[in-house]
């Protein structure tokens, strides 16, 4: 995989970097957040960015929210700061997914490999009923493409899965625990406060918080809004 390693402290990128490299990946390296957002422009092969947040010209979150606007490539924030608020504020973002440090080399790779994975269309034939109509809702699976009213929708990919997957039973409720399960196949290690960050994001992209439900102590369901 071509990985861009976005990183201040030299001796903390050399270490990921030798790791990656052993592993096959392949890591470009930038220290500063203005570099990052060029390299992520103009890196049109990259397949994931691992983002530190503590950065000298800029914060992270503010160069997660630029990339994310431009771009769908996986972003796995890797930070010194774990506290909650910066984990689902990352999310809000954009990042897909959150690692504290100091971490593991193979935890780091068995991360990478999930966000790519999750962000590649699945081979399989779609069936015909891939394209699912609710209300003034499409959601077409084999796309990855969400209409309102026939307008489409910028989600990300891990927005749409939330959003696909809450649509398989329209009003049926699904707990927090298992939306991580089936969204994040069991690879998110944080508070379930990840699913509230998405559902959030997804409300305000569809422009009515009725679409989603919550349903307080249990989790969310897709609604029916006029």
């Known amino acids: 995989m071509h990985i861009l390693l976005v990183e201040d402290d030299r001796s903390v990128a050399a270490s990921a970097i030798d790791g990656l490299t052993a592993l096959g990946h392949s890591v470009d390296h930038v220290v500063s957040g203005t570099a990052a957002l060029e390299a992520a422009k103009l890196m049109s092969s990259l397949d994931v960015i691992l983002l530190d947040l503590g950065l000298p010209d800029m914060d992270g979150q503010e160069v997660c929210r630029r990339i994310r606007s431009t771009s769908e490539?996986?972003?796995?924030?890797?930070?010194?700061?774990?506290?909650?608020?910066?984990?689902?504020?990352?999310?809000?973002?954009?990042?897909?997914?959150?690692?504290?440090?100091?971490?593991?080399?193979?935890?780091?790779?068995?991360?990478?490999?999930?966000?790519?994975?999750?962000?590649?269309?699945?081979?399989?034939?779609?069936?015909?009923?891939?394209?699912?109509?609710?209300?003034?809702?499409?959601?077409?699976?084999?796309?990855?493409?969400?209409h309102i009213d026939g307008e489409e929708i910028a989600l990300t990919a891990k927005e749409f899965d939330v959003?696909?997957?809450?649509?398989?039973?329209?009003?049926?409720?699904?707990?927090?625990?298992?939306?991580?399960?089936?969204?994040?196949?069991?690879?998110?290690?944080?508070?379930?406060?990840?699913?509230?960050?998405?559902?959030?994001?997804?409300?305000?992209?569809?422009?009515?918080?009725?679409w989603i439900e919550a349903v307080r102590g249990v989790g969310f369901r897709l609604g029916f809004p006029e």
């Open 73 to 146: 490539t996986p972003i796995i924030v890797v930070s010194a700061r774990d506290d909650e608020a910066d984990r689902v504020i990352a999310l809000e973002l954009g990042a897909d997914d959150y690692l504290v440090k100091p971490y593991g080399m193979r935890e780091l790779s068995a991360r990478i490999r999930a966000v790519v994975r999750r962000s590649q269309p699945t081979p399989a034939a779609a069936p015909a009923s891939a394209v699912q109509e609710i209300g003034r809702l499409t959601i077409d699976r084999r796309s990855q493409r969400v």
């Open 163 to 210: 959003l696909a997957y809450l649509a398989e039973d329209p009003g049926a409720v699904r707990r927090r625990t298992e939306i991580l399960e089936h969204v994040w196949e069991g690879h998110w290690y944080g508070a379930t406060k990840t699913v509230d960050a998405h559902v959030a994001a997804i409300r305000k992209k569809l422009g009515d918080s009725g």
